[in-house]
Structures are given as structure tokens and as C-alpha cells.
């Protein structure tokens, strides 16, 4: 074997390590960064209490926790006239739909999202404790880490109150005395089986992108061209950053159905928690294929060359246009013709070019939270830029006959 073989396959195997330490270092910074810092972690969740699978399960479980804990179908029938005990369901159905109303604005309130936010900075602490394999006393009986909601109902039924309903006043008592409703964030057993990992990612955050970094300038120094090392360790990112966020998509779905709380209500705590996460990757996988677009753009491959004529066009054109103003009445036939291909170029396709990267930036950033919209997402923007190529080249192509 060749010392040029030999380099490349170096290269390869160097390649193949970086897109397996490229998302070991995005989740050992996830985990230093957003699951050891308090602040973060309850920045994170914040959105939750303003989630509306959320609060609509929090309000119906409260509702049905009311209605059961205190009888209330037995008291309505105890208050009817005799022979109208039927009506008793019905008006317990009644009752139990507008408390979970009241609970719903209670949910909904600035003093929900202050008590939320509280219950998860102490949530954090008992995980964290878990995590780093210390006893900690903020865990509910069932092994979870709970947080308490018993305040959303007391104001629920102060509301009650309001609108005449007093009925249920004595149970203030007991739901201070004996909390019922809380939602469940994490479990204790799975935190008990992350200890190990979670102990890696926070003590040696630092190895996996310094490993990443070292295999990288590997695949750089040993590529030759080192401008195809530089796309290769590109394209490397795109398809590791997509499969690891594709695999966390897919972990989510199937640990949903496994938890008590309904999967949709799990499915949406868990997205949240890991909402930091998910974007990291996507920027990596962005900021990857960025790396390989440029390593190709400054190539010297034919459609390389082809785009760099005409952006250099363009960008001439523009100038041309900006000094001489609008009058062109002094230019030949080739140059006008020159003029309005590369007008037609300029503010056809190439704006739309960075319309297209912009918006689809954006949507990446802030509106892209699941799979299936990552994929539509990659199809119309890779149809589009498909699309931008062919008529850039029959633009070219075009533009060189007229020449002739």
C-alpha cells in the first residue's frame, strides 16, 4: 500500500472517530452546561407551564383529584330532592368540567408560573443530588422526583369561591394538609441508571471536544487536497448531527408510552427538557453543512468555478450599476445583454438563494422541534438549491452563446 493509500485510509478512520466524538462533546456540553447549571434548567422548563397538553392534563387530573378525594358525587345526591338522585352524575360532570376551568386560569396566572418555576429549581437539586449519588429528601413515595400543584387547586377553588360555590371550602384543609396533585419530571430509577453517565459527561466534558478537535486537524492534515478534508469533516457534522437528533426523536417516542402520565403529556416534558439539546445539534449540523457549501464553493471543481463567475458577475454589475446610476444609454448590445442576464441572476436566483438560507435558519432555530419537520425542512430546501443550480448553469450556458 501507497503512503497515499495509507494517508487516506488514515483519513477515513479519522473521519469516522470525529462523528462519533462530535456528539459525545455536544452532549457532554449539554449536560455541563444546561443539566448542572440551576438556572438553566429551570429556564428550560419554564415553557412547560405554559404548555397546553400540560396544563390541560394538570387541570383535568386536578378536577378528578377534587371530585373523588372529597366525595363530591355523594354530597350532590345526598342534596337533591328524593327521586332526583339520578342527576347526580351529570351534575358532577357539570361541577368537575368548571373546576377544571378555574384550575386552568389558576394555571395560567403569573403566580403559577412564579411557584412552578420555584418547585423546579428545587426538582433540580433533588436530581442533581440523585445524579452525583447523594441522599436527598425531595422525593415523593412513589420514587420520583414530583413537583407539588396542590397550590393551583387551592386557587381554584378560591375562585370557586367567587362564583358562589363554597361548598368546597373544607377541603382547603386537607389539601394543605395532604398534597395530591403533582406531576412527575423525572424518575428516580433512570436517574440512578444516568449516574454513571452523567458522571462522565460532567468530569470529562472536556475530553470529547478536545479528542473531536485532535481528529479533526487529523482529517484536515492527512486529506489532500486538505480543502477536501475541510468538506468531508463538514459533511461529517451534517450526518452526525441529524442521526443524533434523529435517535434522540426517536428515544423520546418510545420512552413516552413507558411513563405514567399520559405519552402526550410526557412526550411534551420530555422535548422540553431536552429542547437545548436538540438545537445544539441542529446548529452542528448546520454550521456543518455551512463548512462543506464553502469548501466547495472555493474548490476548483467545473460548477464551483461556474458560481463563482457569476457571483463575481454579479457583484461587478452591481457595482457597474451603483456608480453609473440608472442611465445606460452608453453601453453596447453585448454589455447591455451582459447586464440583464446578470440582473436576472443577481436578483433572481442568488437573492432567493439567501432568502432561502435565512428563512430556513430561522425556522431551524426557533420552529423546527421534530423530526418529521426536520425532513421537510432538508427536502424543500435541498429541491430548492437543486433547482437554483440547474438554472444557474442554464443561465451560464445561455450567456456563452450569446457570446459566441
Known sequence: MSARESKRWVSRVLAAAFALLLPLAVVSWWAQSTVSSTDRWVATLHPLASDPVVTAYLAQEGAVTIVRDFDVEHRIAASLPPGAGLLAPTL???????????????????TFQRLWDSENRLTHRVAVDLLEGRVSVGVSRARAVVIDLTPAMLGAITQLDAHGVTFLDPLKQQLSRH?????????????????????????????????????????????????????????????SGLVTYANL??????????????????????????????RYLLWVSLGGAVVA?????????????????????????????LRTGASQSGVTHQDRGTLVHSRRLTRGVQVA??????????????????????????????GWYWFSARYRKRMTGDSSTDAR
Open 179 to 239: 398534597p395530591t396533585l403533582s406531576v412527575q419530571i423525572l424518575n428516580v430509577r433512570e436517574l440512578h441508571q444516568a449516574q454513571r453517565y452523567y458522571h462522565l459527561a460532567t468530569v470529562l466534558w472536556w475530553l470529547f471536544p478536545f479528542l473531536g478537535v485532535l481528529s479533526g486537524g487529523g482529517v484536515v492534515m492527512t486529506s489532500r487536497p486538505r480543502r477536501q478534508g475541510v468538506r468531508r469533516l463538514g459533511l461529517v457534522a451534517v450526518g
Open 92 to 110: 358532577t360532570s357539570a361541577l368537575q368540567h368548571t373546576i377544571a376551568e378555574a384550575i386552568t386560569v389558576t394555571l395560567g396566572s403569573a
Open 249 to 278: 426523536t426517536i428515544a423520546i417516542a418510545s420512552a413516552s408510552p413507558l411513563a405514567p402520565t399520559p405519552p402526550s403529556v410526557t412526550s411534551s416534558i420530555l422535548t422540553t427538557m431536552t429542547s437545548t439539546l436538540a
Open 293 to 321: 457549501g464553502l469548501a466547495w464553493l472555493t474548490g476548483p471543481s467545473p460548477s464551483a468555478c461556474v458560481t463563482r463567475r457569476n457571483l463575481e458577475r454579479g457583484v461587478r454589475t452591481v457595482r457597474g450599476v
Open 353 to 382: 438563494d439567501v432568502v432561502v438560507a435565512v428563512v430556513s435558519s430561522l425556522l431551524l432555530w426557533r420552529r423546527v422541534t421534530t423530526l418529521t419537520q426536520l425532513v421537510i425542512l432538508v427536502v424543500l430546501t435541498g
